[in-house]
């Protein structure tokens, strides 16, 4: 399994929502370019960025440094946020992000998602469904900046594009997202059991070395972390077995 630094940008800071919440939100001092290096140096070889402005209210000001840090080549990066049509998709992968993230368009633009998915190749996209856990223990998708429960299982979502060759799902428990209690490991397995050839990438929750290695013990992909290596609560030599440049 591959460790994926998170970097959530919001007015060109780096910052962290809990729960998705704007209003709560926590700054960081560091530089998206000092964080690229950091976490290159470690021995990631992705690196994962979402333009949270862009994901709320389709606003561009995140673009041009996103567009500088792929530009230097020296990590893959993954971004999402706000990438809503053809045309945006098309700018951030001819501008070198390796690849893009689409989100609540893929519950409402299916067969514009489809098409992407046919047009660009299954990967150099990813997409990424929040989900909460019902009341029977069903992850359902969340819609309106995680504030609706929508009609979608998890699954559900996930086979409207089985046919189109899907290959890389980011899949997010909004209840664990930044508050450091562990990520849902029961999510995770059912989905690799579901869905084999599917790269599932698993976010939220992830505070330490222990949950890094019961995510790898479901067949995840990869685990995407931003709070915990933001704030240095995992030691370097803990994360090594992860980071494929370590």
Known sequence: MRLIPAIDLRAGRCVRLLHGDFEAETRYPTDPETLLVKYRSCGADWLHIVDLDGARD?????????????????MKLQVGGGLRN???LAQMLDAGVARVVVGSAALYKIEQVQAWLMHFGPQRLTLAFDVSIDDNGLPRVMTHGWQRQSEYSLWRAV?????CGLKHVLCTDVGRDGALIGPNIDLYAEG?????DIEWQASGGIRNAHDLHALNATGAAAAISGKALLEDLIPFEELQPFLPNA
């Open 58 to 74: 389709g606003t561009l000001q995140n673009r041009s440094i996103i567009m500088q840090l792929a530009a230097q080549k020296t």
């Open 86 to 88: 053809t045309a945006a």
């Open 159 to 163: 086979d409207t594009y089985a046919h």
């Open 192 to 196: 690799v059991r579901r869905y084999p």
